[in-house]
T-cell receptor, first 109, second 116 residues
Framework: RKEVEQDPGPFNVPEGATVAFNCTYS??????FFWYRQDCRKEPKLLMS???SGNEDGRFTAQLNRASQYISLLIRDSKLSDSATYLC??????????FGQGTTLQVKP | GAVVSQHPSWVICKSGTSVKIECRSL??????MFWYRQFPKQSLMLMAT?????????EQGVEKDKFLINHASLTLSTLTVTSAHPEDSSFYIC????????????FGPGTRLTVT
C-alpha cells in the first residue's frame, strides 16, 4: 500500500466549478500535512498547510481528519489558472516529506 | 521569502559521464537538504537526505555510489550522478528544510537531466 494515496484524475471541470480532492495516508505517526501545487515541468510550490481545525485561504479550503487519516482540498469558483497537479504531502518527524502521486486538475472555459 | 536555487537548470550528457548538480539556499541556512527525482507523470520520489557535515542518508533502492551527495556548507549541497545512463534521465529537485513552525521545505526549480 502506498504511504500517501491520491486519485490521479484527471479532473476536468468548467470555470466556476467547485472541486474536491481527497488523500489518505497510512502512517499514523505522520506529523504535518500539506498541499503543494505543481505546474508542468516546474518544481512543487506550497499551496497550504493542513490543520485538524481546517483552514481556508481564499477559494481554497483544506481539512485534516487524523482519526481517518484523510486529507482534503476544496477549490471553489475554479479559475483557468488553477489547472495544475495537486500533491498531497505528509511530513514525518524527521522532516522527510512523502508525496502522493498527485491529482491533475484541468479547468476549461 | 526563502529561496533555493539549483544549477544547472538543464543538462544533456553522454552515457558514462558524470554530472554535478548544485543546490543552494540563498537566504537561510539549511542543515538538511533533500534530493528528489521525478520521472514523467510520476510524483517526486525522495532519493536521499543530505546533512551538513555528515554522510547523506539514502532511501532504499538508491545507489549511494552512483548518486554522490556532498553537503559541505550550510547553504550548499551537491548531487553527482556518476557514470550516467539513459535511465538516469529525469527531473532532479532539491529542497531545503527550514525549521519554521511546520517543517516547511523550500524547493529548488529543478534540474532536467537527459543522458544520451
Amino acid at each position: 500500500r502506498k504511504e500517501v494515496e491520491q486519485d490521479p484524475g484527471p479532473f476536468n471541470v468548467p470555470e466556476g466549478a467547485t472541486v474536491a480532492f481527497n488523500c489518505t495516508y497510512s502512517n499514523s505517526a505522520s506529523q504535518s500535512f500539506f498541499w503543494y501545487r505543481q505546474d508542468c515541468r516546474k518544481e512543487p510550490k506550497l499551496l497550504m498547510s493542513v490543520y485538524s481545525s481546517g483552514n481556508e485561504d481564499g477559494r481554497f479550503t483544506a481539512q485534516l481528519n487524523r482519526a481517518s487519516q484523510y486529507i482534503s482540498l476544496l477549490i471553489r469558483d475554479s479559475k483557468l489558472s488553477d489547472s495544475a497537479t495537486y500533491l498531497c504531502v505528509v511530513n514525518m518527524d524527521t522532516g522527510k516529506l512523502i508525496f502522493g502521486q498527485g491529482t491533475t486538475l484541468q479547468v476549461k472555459p | 521569502g526563502a529561496v533555493v536555487s539549483q544549477h544547472p537548470s538543464w543538462v544533456i550528457c553522454k552515457s558514462g559521464t558524470s554530472v554535478k548538480i548544485e543546490c543552494r539556499s540563498l537566504d537561510f541556512q539549511a542543515t538538511t537538504m533533500f534530493w528528489y527525482r521525478q520521472f514523467p507523470k510520476q510524483s517526486l520520489m525522495l532519493m536521499a537526505t543530505s546533512n551538513e557535515g555528515s554522510k547523506a542518508t539514502y532511501e532504499q533502492g538508491v545507489e549511494k555510489d552512483k548518486f554522490l551527495i556532498n553537503h559541505a556548507s550550510l547553504t550548499l549541497s551537491t548531487l553527482t550522478v556518476t557514470s550516467a545512463h539513459p535511465e538516469d534521465s529525469s527531473f532532479y529537485i532539491c529542497s531545503a528544510h527550514r525549521l519554521a513552525g511546520a517543517y516547511e521545505q523550500y524547493f529548488g526549480p529543478g534540474t532536467r537531466l537527459t543522458v544520451t
